[in-house]
């Protein structure tokens, strides 16, 4: 190959590219991205929003390992918050949600008894996220502490790795999980119905899960990267959040 030849490719190849925001979203954002994805293309036509799914640890790790991405949105703030000290991230984190944990069982359940549902004897398995490594998992554990019902059913955990892992372990093996409130909004879980297969969490029970957002090197001084940067934290991407049972801060 010539070098011209080899330089008029890489030029094409720039162009197909061009309008394209690679963005890093963790996978409890993934009911709602879409929703975003289209207002946000009605606002940019000539811009293509490309998404990439997973837990907010492994999308950190992908980063610091060089993955292409121009901006990431994780489901805590102390990942973005280590991307941004080491350098990786050029923004400082800001908060464009807060998740909501909510309660879900396949059976009918009387949530007016609330925490103390957790004790009921045909209640053996608790779907929950790891505590040590997911957010909504250390949220809902916060939640069981602070409700005094820890040690009667701490034998009953089923640990799951992330959020929506949780959701899986709820609805196929476990008795009841404690799952992110936006896992509810996907077109596959619409026959759950509130006050029968899922109840919200009392949000005192836990502290604020911020979910943070930040601009990484890969999309410094990209115009087209930060109109989505500034669009998520919009008040139209914030109506847009509550829509999918986002708290916003």
Known sequence: MTKKL?????????YSMAGTINVAVAANVSYAIDTLKKEFKLLHPDSNVQVILGSSGKLTAQIKNGAPYQIFMS???KYPETLYNDKIA???????AQGSLAYLSVKKRNFCAEMDLLKEKDIQKIAIANPKTAPYGKAAMEAIKNSDVYESVKEKFVYAESASQTVAYTVTAADIGFIAKSSLYSP????FKEAINWSDVES???????QGIVILKEGENNPEVKAFYDFILSK??????????????
């Open 6 to 14: 080899f330089l008029l490719l890489l030029l094409i190849s720039s």
């Open 75 to 77: 489901a805590d703030m």
């Open 90 to 96: 050029v923004t400082k984190p800001h908060v464009y």
């Open 188 to 191: 596959h879980m619409s026959h």
């Open 204 to 210: 005192a029970l836990y502290t604020p899960i911020n």
């Open 236 to 249: 139209k991407a914030q109506k847009i959040f509550k829509e999918f049972g986002y708290l916003i801060p």
